[in-house]
């Protein structure tokens, strides 16, 4: 998913990789800036 982070550091463009489950759980959260 592309994402928009925005607060106090400014605007900054990046990705967020969401990992889940067989049961539809998220197991892990990664964020990158571009």
């Known amino acids: 998913m592309r994402v928009d982070f925005t607060g106090d550091f400014g605007h900054e463009i ?3 990789d969401i ?3 067989g049961d539809g759980l998220i197991t892990r ?3 990158d800036l571009e």
Do not use: F, K, N
Request: charged content about 20%; overall charge negative.
């Open 14 to 16: 990046g990705l967020l």
């Open 19 to 21: 990992s889940v489950d």
């Open 29 to 31: 959260i990664d964020a």
